[in-house]
Structures are given as C-alpha cells and as structure tokens.
Nanobody
Framework: QVQLVESGGGLVQAGGSLRLSCAAS????????TGWFRQAPGKEREFVAG????????SYADSVKGRFTISRDNANNAVYLQMSSLKPEDTAVYYC????????????????????WGQGTQVTVSL
C-alpha cells in the first residue's frame, strides 16, 4: 500500500511558474517510478511527465516539453513537477501516481500502468 499526497497547486497568471510536490508514504517508494497526470474539465486524464525509480529516465508529453521538469528525491520520498511558462491550457487537476511495476527501467505513459494515485491538486492558469 502507498499513499500519495499532492500539493503546490494554485492560481497563476499565464507565463508564470508553479512547483508541484508529491509526498509518498507506505511501500518502498524509491523502487517504483512515478508519473504526473492531469485532467481538465470534460477531458480524459492524460500523461504529463514521468520518472523512473533511479531517476535515470524521464519522459514528457509533447505539450509540456521544454516547460515542465520532473524530479524526485528518494531520500525524502518525494517527486516534484516544476512548471514554467504556464498557459491557460495547462489548467487542470494534477495527479501523481506510482508505477505498478517494481524497478521498471522505462516510463509508462498510460494510466493502466499506475496503481496508486493521489487526490490531486488544482492548477488554474489565467490570461
């Protein structure tokens, strides 16, 4: 069992920055990759970014490449999403999720490969 708690969301103007945090507890978090997803009103939840358990591999959705950076601190059981140059279309509830596979060497970009989810944090980007 693992618990994930996101924080850091809020209201920001277009062009601004936010840093989301995901605090994990429970199973050995450092042995599993982690992903960030988002869901806007009326849309499906989509992959945003992911990082492997050893932090050697990261992956990003095309829509956020060059603007978002994912990182993790295994010593503190935390994963972060630094978001810069935010756009109104980035408005969504952001979720962190834990990979279901132990020691996976790659980043899965589909929801079905993640079996633990946080409650989400709202990010709103205004014009």
């Amino acid at each position: 069992q693992v618990q994930l708690v996101e924080s850091g969301g809020g209201l920001v103007q277009a062009g601004g920055s936010l840093r989301l945090s995901c605090a994990a507890s429970g199973r050995t978090f450092s042995r599993y990759g982690t992903g960030w997803f988002r869901q806007a009103p009326g849309k499906e939840r989509e992959f945003v970014a992911g990082i492997t358990w050893r932090t050697t591999v990261t992956s990003y959705a095309d829509s956020v490449k060059g603007r978002f950076t994912i990182s993790r601190d295994n010593a503190n059981n935390a994963v972060y999403l630094q978001m810069s140059s935010l756009k109104p279309e980035d408005t969504a509830v952001y979720y962190c999720a834990a990979d279901r596979q132990l020691f996976r060497p790659s980043v899965p970009g589909v929801l079905e490969e993640y079996n633990y989810w946080g409650q989400g944090t709202q990010v709103t980007v205004s014009l």
